[in-house]
């Protein structure tokens, strides 16, 4: 975490009577940089209030998120934006997540035609990247998290 991030961390648990010690990750949603931007905005509106993430792709050293996790949501520039607690974590096959789930990740018009749209196309290039292929019951980290701040 550079120097501003752990500022923002700390000014954070002060103001939430929180132990600066308390674990906390740091990151960006999306491919891109527009992807983090607009997510970001999503969450720190209190939009978009979950996310899916490939089980399959977590690397050795990743690990997947725990319910009462905190993370800092950043934007395209990695800088923070909001933080957020996980509230439910998940493992599903991808083609049971339901449209409640899609509706609360917040993008597009919310439809689940829309999110499964999307979706395809991001795990299929993410499965890709990696040499494998997106198939529809891979199991998802389905993550739904709270803005605190």
Known sequence: MNEQIKQYWHEFCQKHNL???????AWAFG?????????ASLVDKGIKTATTSAYELYSK???????GEWSIILDGNQQPVCVIRECCVEIIPYNLISKEHAYHEGEGDRSYEHWRRVHDDFFTRE???VGKEFYPQAPMVCEVFEKVE
């Open 127 to 129: 499965y890709k990247e």
């Open 19 to 25: 132990d600066y010690e308390t674990p906390v990750e």
């Open 31 to 39: 491919a891109t940089q527009k992807d983090a931007d607009e997510l």
């Open 61 to 67: 050293d990743e690990t997947v998120p725990k319910t």
